[in-house]
């Protein structure tokens, strides 16, 4: 079989499984989008909730649920703190990017903009940087980008998330310095202790993630799959929680699934994500590659069997400290 036949196979195969398991884009965000609810976006890299999980994002912030998006990875391509040659390093461009996009949907009203509060807080013994602005809160671990085999690259030590969680490496260090995680079950914990602190005693939290299943998400980014797991894992036992899977690369040779104004509400999260980019020296990523995602919003869920009023079943996480940025 020719490589292009295969391709085909597959995507016929992703495409059947798509119909069969997904349903319209609107019921993801449309439901339960209201203030006692807690939606996560875990996303490996900082512009993937803005190509893969959106319009579904824009709906949960302007819906006034609490929103929090989790990025693992610096995204930074093998560079770690490096500038590439440029003014700033890539990685905080990257998060510029991310901030950007999400201050624009949360001021999306018309309101003007207002202090937001950025700083490090400590979870399981881990400092990491949290933002918050108005419903919305941020993180940014920083992990090193894993390359898409997940076999990490050489600038940055070949650590990766796919790494750790086979036990290949010990550890997994923040590219940034601030903290590294001894082992798969420390960054399971850690990504634990932050969800039940944003959920407090929320009885709905949705968990929005990219797919797991091969089938339906074919040649995915072993960051986005790594990420997925951590996050899935850090929530075991969690009744109340609403499980959102994603496709992710697959999406973008898939038929367009949404209408106009929800096509509109995608474009301009990433053509902000882009400006803020660009803000920082870095290239723009406002072109026909990043386009080709826009106008799908592609997901399977899986309900919440109960509703959780208390951490009773996530107490082995520990709590979270603050300290100075």
Not at 57 to 62: G, I, K, L, P
């Amino acid at each position: 079989m020719t490589e292009g036949s295969v391709l085909a196979s597959r995507l016929a195969l992703c495409a059947g499984f798509v119909a069969l398991l997904l349903p319209a884009p609107w019921a993801l965000a449309g439901e339960g989008a209201f203030s006692g609810k807690v939606s996560f976006y875990f996303s490996a890299h900082e512009d993937d909730w803005q190509l893969f999980m959106n319009p579904s994002a824009f709906q949960d912030v302007v819906g006034k649920a609490k929103t929090v998006f989790v990025h693992l990875t610096a995204g930074d391509a093998g560079l770690g703190t490096g500038t590439g040659g440029r003014k700033h390093p890539y990685y905080l461009a990257r998060e510029n990017g991310a901030e950007a996009a999400i201050r624009f949907m949360a001021d999306e009203a018309g309101d003007r903009p207002v202090d937001g509060d950025a700083g490090v807080k400590a979870f399981n013994g881990h400092p990491i940087y949290r933002g918050s602005y108005r419903g919305t809160a941020t993180y940014f671990l920083r992990l090193p980008d894993g390359h898409p085999t997940g076999s990490g690259f050489k600038d940055t030590g070949n650590q990766s998330l796919a790494r750790l969680a086979s036990g290949q490496i010990a550890s997994l260090a923040a590219i940034d310095g601030s903290t590294s995680y001894r082992g798969w079950a420390d960054l399971v914990s850690t990504l634990r202790s932050i969800v039940n602190y944003e959920r407090v005693r929320t009885p709905l939290i949705q968990l929005n993630v990219a797919e797991q299943d091969p089938r339906i998400n074919p040649d995915d980014h072993s960051d986005h799959q790594m990420t997925a797991k951590a996050a899935l894992e850090s929530a075991e036992g969690l009744s109340c929680a609403r499980r959102v899977h994603y496709v992710d690369y697959a999406s973008r040779s898939l038929a367009e699934n949404l209408q106009a104004h929800e096509r509109d509400m995608e474009s301009s999260v990433l053509a902000v994500t882009a400006a803020g980019i660009l803000a920082r020296d870095h290239a723009n990523i406002w072109n026909s590659y990043f386009r080709s995602y826009l106008g799908r919003n592609y997901f399977r869920a899986e309900e919440a069997t109960g509703r959780c009023t208390d951490h009773s079943s996530m107490q082995t996480a520990g709590s979270a400290n603050t300290t100075s940025k």
